[in-house]
């Protein structure tokens, strides 16, 4: 699969200690797993001048506090807290100068950021889409890029999971509903 560079972003969602980690609150092996093959697809990006974007799930405490149904902390426990070791990006996935973070307070990197301005002010249409997990973040951040009329591509092999059984649900239904599914070694920058 060919993308242009300049049309192209890499989102990479939520590869943060606390999920990554294995001090993490919320770590999952299978997050820990694709650090390497995420570190691998985000060089051939950026050697080919692809713009590459982190998310970080950030919960202030107080986040929840008065929500009347929506609170990921009954759901998971208190996690990725502002300002925490939690909430920063796992060491083997360095952010660099020209790459772009988006702080994000729910499941979707699209809702309440400045996600889809940034993309359609600079002719992003393509989204390479990795990172965890699988069956949360990464398939609604997903699905809500395909509602935004951009293209989702998700990599197979640059998705973690808490169980294999979820990323193959989320690919399946990514791939019937809303993108694509590729492995990584099947995309090209050029």
């Known amino acids: 699969m060919q993308l242009e ?17 294995p001090d993490g609150s919320l770590y999952a092996p299978g997050s820990e797993a694709v650090i390497e093959p995420i570190a691998d697809l985000l060089e051939r990006a950026r050697e080919a001048g692809t713009q590459v974007i982190f998310t970080r799930d950030v919960h202030p405490p107080e986040q929840f506090d008065d929500a ?8 998971w426990g208190e996690h990725v807290l502002e300002g925490s070791w939690e909430a920063e990006i796992v060491d083997g996935l360095p952010v660099e100068d ?5 702080e ?5 990197a699209f ?25 949360v973040c990464v398939l609604h951040t997903g ?8 293209r989702p591509i998700m990599l197979e092999d640059c998705i973690g999971a808490i169980e294999d059984d979820h990323r193959e649900y989320a690919l399946d239904h990514a791939a019937w509903l809303f993108g694509e599914v590729e492995p990584s070694a099947e995309i090209a920058f050029a």
Request: with cysteine.
């Open 68 to 75: 009347h149904y929506y609170d990921e902390f009954d759901q």
């Open 104 to 108: 994000k307070h729910t499941y979707d």
């Open 98 to 102: 020209g790459d772009h973070v988006i």
């Open 111 to 135: 809702y309440n950021t400045e996600l889809e301005g940034w993309l359609n002010a600079r002719g992003i249409e393509d989204l390479v889409i990795c990172g965890t997990l699988a069956n």
């Open 143 to 150: 699905g809500s890029a395909g509602l935004r009329d951009f």
């Open 5 to 21: 560079p300049e049309r192209t972003a890499v989102v990479v969602v939520d590869m943060q200690n606390g999920f990554c980690h």
